[in-house]
């Protein structure tokens, strides 16, 4: 074998080389951001309150996402694919993959009415959906990444 002729295999390998670097580092970090990474089982309590009802409890999936309750009002944060690590460990992919619908101004829990915000509790007064974190309320709560040990609480009141 010349010279000439193994040029193209080294580069073939080089380049192979690093795109599995690339999908690697992709792949255990979720694309670098502080979320959950594969490997992590962390666990962040959850509230949800409706006009100072009782506290709402998500059921356990049939097929557990990374992202799941037990119907034990506890956010099982354990990544098991890129869509749910790293910057995707969100509340919102844990709402998607439990069957909540919550947005910024409403929230549909199974079986129940949509909730939105300026509709009445049962006190006449219109109510607000909010979301704290450790007792401080997060306006961009959907993107938020939930860490080991964070209190979460969706209060419409």
Request: aromatic content about 6%.
């Amino acid at each position: 074998m010349t010279l000439s002729s193994a040029t193209p295999w080294v580069a073939a390998g080089v380049a192979a080389t690093v795109v599995i670097v690339i999908l690697a580092v992709f792949l255990t970090t979720g694309g670098g951001s502080g979320g959950a990474q594969f490997g992590d089982h962390w666990h962040a309590s959850l509230n949800i309150s409706v006009c100072g009802g009782p506290n709402y409890t998500i059921p356990e999936p049939r097929i557990l996402p990374g992202l799941h309750s037990h119907s034990d009002n506890v956010i099982h944060i354990e990544p098991r694919r890129p869509g749910e690590s790293g910057g995707n460990a969100s509340l919102d992919t844990f709402f998607e993959s439990n069957g909540l619908r919550v947005e910024a101004d409403l929230i549909a829990i199974p079986g129940d009415p949509v909730i939105r915000n300026g509709e009445p509790c049962d006190d006449g007064e219109p109510g607000r959906l909010r979301v704290l974190v450790n007792g401080s309320e997060v306006a961009e709560f959907l993107s938020y990444l939930p860490q080991d040990g964070d209190r979460v609480e969706l209060i419409f009141d």
